[in-house]
Protein backbone atom coordinates (compact mmCIF):
# COMPACT_ATOMS: atom_id res chain seq x y z
CA UNK A 1 0.00 0.00 0.00
CA UNK A 2 2.92 2.32 0.96
CA UNK A 3 3.91 2.14 -3.09
CA UNK A 4 0.30 2.79 -3.92
CA UNK A 5 0.46 5.97 -1.59
CA UNK A 6 3.54 7.09 -3.09
CA UNK A 7 2.56 6.99 -6.50
CA UNK A 8 -0.66 8.70 -6.29
CA UNK A 9 1.30 11.54 -3.69
CA UNK A 10 3.70 11.93 -6.47
CA UNK A 11 1.20 12.50 -8.96
CA UNK A 12 -1.13 14.52 -7.31
CA UNK A 13 2.14 16.92 -5.69
CA UNK A 14 2.91 17.27 -9.27
CA UNK A 15 0.05 18.67 -10.48
CA UNK A 16 -0.81 21.18 -7.43
CA UNK A 17 3.27 22.05 -8.30
CA UNK A 18 2.50 22.67 -12.23
CA UNK A 19 -0.21 24.97 -12.38
CA UNK A 20 1.73 28.13 -13.70
CA UNK A 21 0.27 30.91 -11.51
CA UNK A 22 2.48 32.99 -13.01
CA UNK A 23 1.43 32.37 -16.61
CA UNK A 24 -2.68 32.56 -15.36
CA UNK A 25 -2.14 35.77 -13.75
CA UNK A 26 -0.12 37.87 -16.67
CA UNK A 27 -2.44 36.53 -19.16
CA UNK A 28 -5.98 37.09 -17.04
CA UNK A 29 -5.41 40.08 -14.99
CA UNK A 30 -3.01 41.78 -17.06
CA UNK A 31 -3.02 40.78 -20.69
CA UNK A 32 0.17 39.92 -20.16
CA UNK A 33 2.07 36.77 -21.63
CA UNK A 34 5.44 36.76 -19.11
CA UNK A 35 7.04 34.46 -21.28
CA UNK A 36 7.51 36.94 -23.80
CA UNK A 37 8.73 39.51 -21.10
CA UNK A 38 11.29 40.21 -18.85
CA UNK A 39 13.45 37.03 -18.48
CA UNK A 40 10.55 34.95 -19.79
CA UNK A 41 9.67 33.10 -16.41
CA UNK A 42 6.46 32.49 -14.90
CA UNK A 43 8.33 33.71 -11.44
CA UNK A 44 7.78 36.06 -9.47
CA UNK A 45 10.71 38.13 -9.90
CA UNK A 46 9.74 38.81 -13.70
CA UNK A 47 6.25 39.08 -12.47
CA UNK A 48 7.39 42.55 -10.46
CA UNK A 49 8.98 43.66 -13.48
CA UNK A 50 6.61 43.31 -16.16
CA UNK A 51 3.05 43.58 -14.03
CA UNK A 52 4.54 45.65 -10.39
CA UNK A 53 4.01 44.65 -7.17
CA UNK A 54 0.32 43.47 -6.67
CA UNK A 55 0.92 41.22 -9.51
CA UNK A 56 4.44 40.22 -7.85
CA UNK A 57 2.54 39.72 -4.76
CA UNK A 58 0.07 37.39 -5.72
CA UNK A 59 2.32 35.01 -8.09
CA UNK A 60 5.07 34.53 -5.21
CA UNK A 61 2.14 33.92 -2.67
CA UNK A 62 0.04 31.57 -4.69
CA UNK A 63 3.65 29.45 -5.98
CA UNK A 64 4.61 29.49 -2.05
CA UNK A 65 1.46 28.10 -1.31
CA UNK A 66 1.38 25.21 -4.12
CA UNK A 67 4.39 23.45 -1.73
CA UNK A 68 2.64 24.27 1.21
CA UNK A 69 -0.35 22.39 0.29
CA UNK A 70 1.30 19.54 -1.23
CA UNK A 71 2.99 18.91 1.79
CA UNK A 72 0.32 19.67 4.15
CA UNK A 73 -2.65 17.51 2.25
CA UNK A 74 0.26 14.77 2.03
CA UNK A 75 1.02 14.94 5.74
CA UNK A 76 -2.86 15.17 6.44
CA UNK A 77 -3.42 11.60 4.77
CA UNK A 78 -0.36 9.81 5.94
CA UNK A 79 1.00 11.15 9.24
CA UNK A 80 3.82 9.67 10.51
CA UNK A 81 5.35 8.73 6.97
CA UNK A 82 8.16 10.39 5.45
CA UNK A 83 5.95 10.98 1.95
CA UNK A 84 5.84 14.94 2.36
CA UNK A 85 9.11 15.26 1.51
CA UNK A 86 8.25 13.05 -1.65
CA UNK A 87 5.39 15.54 -2.05
CA UNK A 88 7.12 18.43 -1.84
CA UNK A 89 9.96 17.32 -4.10
CA UNK A 90 7.12 16.59 -6.80
CA UNK A 91 6.04 20.10 -6.57
CA UNK A 92 8.63 21.66 -7.07
CA UNK A 93 8.99 19.40 -10.28
CA UNK A 94 5.29 20.72 -11.21
CA UNK A 95 6.52 23.54 -10.57
CA UNK A 96 9.45 23.77 -13.22
CA UNK A 97 8.22 21.34 -15.38
CA UNK A 98 4.66 21.89 -16.43
CA UNK A 99 2.89 20.11 -18.71
CA UNK A 100 0.58 22.83 -19.37
CA UNK A 101 3.57 25.32 -20.25
CA UNK A 102 5.26 22.34 -22.82
CA UNK A 103 7.18 21.37 -19.83
CA UNK A 104 8.65 24.47 -19.20
CA UNK A 105 8.08 26.44 -15.93
CA UNK A 106 9.73 28.37 -13.66
CA UNK A 107 12.97 27.63 -11.34
CA UNK A 108 11.06 26.84 -8.29
CA UNK A 109 12.18 28.57 -5.41
CA UNK A 110 8.98 29.97 -4.26
CA UNK A 111 7.40 26.44 -4.47
CA UNK A 112 10.11 24.90 -2.47
CA UNK A 113 10.31 27.62 0.23
CA UNK A 114 6.57 27.04 0.28
CA UNK A 115 6.86 23.05 0.52
CA UNK A 116 10.08 23.93 3.60
CA UNK A 117 7.66 26.00 5.61
CA UNK A 118 5.05 23.20 5.82
CA UNK A 119 7.57 20.62 6.29
CA UNK A 120 9.44 22.90 9.55
CA UNK A 121 8.59 26.44 9.50
CA UNK A 122 11.86 27.25 11.42
CA UNK A 123 13.79 26.25 8.37
CA UNK A 124 11.21 28.18 6.32
CA UNK A 125 11.94 31.34 8.54
CA UNK A 126 15.88 30.47 8.61
CA UNK A 127 15.38 30.37 4.29
CA UNK A 128 14.05 33.58 4.22
CA UNK A 129 16.65 35.21 6.29
CA UNK A 130 19.69 33.63 3.97
CA UNK A 131 17.11 35.04 1.03
CA UNK A 132 17.44 38.43 2.42
CA UNK A 133 20.79 38.11 3.72
CA UNK A 134 21.92 37.52 0.24
CA UNK A 135 19.73 39.57 -1.95
CA UNK A 136 19.86 42.78 0.42
CA UNK A 137 24.01 42.32 0.34
CA UNK A 138 24.22 42.29 -3.69
CA UNK A 139 20.79 43.62 -4.78
CA UNK A 140 20.25 40.41 -6.90
CA UNK A 141 17.18 38.29 -6.60
CA UNK A 142 18.87 35.15 -8.06
CA UNK A 143 21.93 35.13 -5.35
CA UNK A 144 19.28 35.24 -2.70
CA UNK A 145 17.48 32.62 -4.16
CA UNK A 146 20.55 30.21 -4.61
CA UNK A 147 21.54 31.02 -0.65
CA UNK A 148 18.19 30.30 0.62
CA UNK A 149 18.01 27.04 -1.25
CA UNK A 150 21.52 25.43 -0.34
CA UNK A 151 20.76 26.92 3.25
CA UNK A 152 17.29 24.55 3.27
CA UNK A 153 18.91 20.91 3.68
CA UNK A 154 20.99 22.19 6.39
CA UNK A 155 17.96 24.10 8.22
CA UNK A 156 15.80 20.64 7.61
CA UNK A 157 17.71 18.63 9.26
CA UNK A 158 19.19 20.77 11.86
CA UNK A 159 15.27 21.54 13.01
CA UNK A 160 13.87 18.45 12.07
CA UNK A 161 16.76 15.82 12.21
CA UNK A 162 14.92 14.31 9.13
CA UNK A 163 16.66 12.49 6.27
CA UNK A 164 14.14 12.22 4.30
CA UNK A 165 13.64 16.25 4.51
CA UNK A 166 17.48 16.86 4.49
CA UNK A 167 17.35 14.84 0.96
CA UNK A 168 14.47 16.90 -0.20
CA UNK A 169 16.79 20.11 0.69
CA UNK A 170 19.73 18.87 -0.94
CA UNK A 171 18.05 17.69 -4.28
CA UNK A 172 15.72 20.39 -4.92
CA UNK A 173 18.90 22.88 -3.75
CA UNK A 174 20.60 21.09 -7.19
CA UNK A 175 17.58 21.06 -9.28
CA UNK A 176 17.43 25.24 -8.58
CA UNK A 177 20.77 26.14 -8.81
CA UNK A 178 20.83 24.35 -11.97
CA UNK A 179 17.47 26.06 -13.16
CA UNK A 180 19.65 29.58 -12.06
CA UNK A 181 22.56 28.45 -14.60
CA UNK A 182 21.37 31.44 -16.84
CA UNK A 183 21.50 33.76 -14.41
CA UNK A 184 24.95 32.84 -13.05
CA UNK A 185 26.30 33.44 -16.76
CA UNK A 186 24.65 36.99 -16.45
CA UNK A 187 26.39 37.45 -12.46
CA UNK A 188 29.30 36.54 -14.11
CA UNK A 189 29.64 39.47 -16.90
CA UNK A 190 28.10 42.01 -14.81
CA UNK A 191 24.93 42.11 -16.42
CA UNK A 192 22.13 40.51 -14.08
CA UNK A 193 19.44 42.83 -13.32
CA UNK A 194 19.01 43.92 -9.61
CA UNK A 195 15.78 44.08 -7.82
CA UNK A 196 13.79 46.85 -8.04
CA UNK A 197 11.53 47.27 -5.40
CA UNK A 198 7.79 48.58 -6.07
CA UNK A 199 7.81 48.70 -9.99
CA UNK A 200 4.22 49.64 -11.28
CA UNK A 201 3.25 47.83 -14.55
CA UNK A 202 3.67 50.37 -17.63
Not at 45 to 68: I, S, Y
Not at 80 to 92: D, M, Q
Not at 180 to 197: C, D, K, Q, S, V
Request: charged share 10%.
Amino acid sequence: MIVVDAAVIAIGAFLIGSIPFGYLIGRFAYRTDLRKHGSGNIGAMNALRTLGTRGAVAVLLLDAGKGALAVLATASAVGGVPLPSLAAACAVLGHCFSPWLGWKGGKGVATALGAVFALCWPAGLVCVAAWLLGALLTRYSSVGSMLAIITAPFALYGFSRSPAEALFGILTAVLIVWRHHENIARLRTGTEGPITLFERKA
